[in-house]
């Protein structure tokens, strides 16, 4: 017989939506159970950018300066070069904010604090290695999920469930919410190289003659990522591990012998690069937020920051309704309308520069040199600073309600 326990509030997926949302709930007096399919948050994440829109909600919750005490690397700017030419492509340095940089942090050590400080609250509860398999419904309204755990199976009835699983949810494939797909060109080899005491601090990427790099400074050692057309992996390894290293030995700003680093495909990890978004977030008893509900292009590194944004929105438009229990299909609508348009918006900028400039630098066969609408706006003072705005910003920053969560 399977275990039942009910909850005014069930998230599927412990990631930065999922654990952000839970931690604002229990903290406004909602019941709220967080159902995370894995042991423990040490994975390989890709989403290590905390950008400065995530730290001020941190700011907002008191929560920053601690927040700030956990191993991380500031960005202040992000540079790249286009063939010859070196641009900054953004500031963050003007923001009007308490952290004006993007932290690189790994995501385990996110999600740890944001869990840690939740559990401070009797309303919150955590289930590891609980993998929701269906959801259970009441004729057409959904009214909680089933999962597996190692003690067996369990029903977890909530007057309202999120799903927050990711981009290949369990909770929106089941319940059938629609998918628009935008596409992609290109998809991207993960890997890492040392990183030595006399490197450049420089965040970078680099775009000539059909490649395109980028890596990421995390202390002690490079996180790279080698972007390739999209399809392209299985050529790319077939062309053999040899000439990967001679390709990145052309492209390395460090030491080139790096690359010898690379002695296994086992080290170069796929990410395939998807854009879509849901046509609807919910469905009655239901609603998806971060990258359940939109899956982003690693364009900009604003997955993350988009999520917690979705979580405080959310948040902010349920929490007094699932604490009376009188949430309504109009309010799960309020969430989607509050955030289709940034995530648009956000959305749409990565689809032009995947097109315009990404493409355009992939098929380059000659020195490649960065988009004349792009240089005037890196170059002209004012214009130069919208960049960084949207990049460690959003086009519409969520804060969370001080008087809901004081």
Known sequence: MNQTFETQCCITGGGPAGLMLGYLLARAGVEVAVLEKHADFLRDFRGDTIHPSTMEVMYELGLLDEFLKLPHQRVPTLAAQFGDEKLTVADFSHLNVHAPFIAMMPQWDFLSFLAEHAKTYPSFRLLMQAEVTDLIFQGEKVAGVKAITPEGEIDVRAKLTIGADGRTSQVRSTAKLPVEDFGAPMDALWFSISRLKLDTDQTQGRFDAGRIFIMLNRGNYWQCAFVIAKGKNEQVRNDGLAKFRDTLRSLLPVDPERANEIVSWDQVKLLKV??????????????????????????????????????????????TNLKNNTVTDS?????????TWPTSVIQQLQIVIQNRLISSALSEKKAFRAPLAFRLIIKTPLLNRLPGYIIGLGVRPELPSRALFP
Do not use: F, T, Y
């Open 331 to 339: 309010h799960l609508d309020a969430v989607q309308k509050r955030r």
């Open 274 to 319: 998807e854009v879509n978004r849901l046509s609807r977030w919910w469905r009655p008893g239901l609603l998806c937020i971060g990258d359940a509900a939109h899956a982003m292009s690693p364009v900009g590194g604003v997955g993350v920051n988009l999520a917690v944004q979705d979580a405080v929105a959310a948040a902010n438009i349920l929490a």
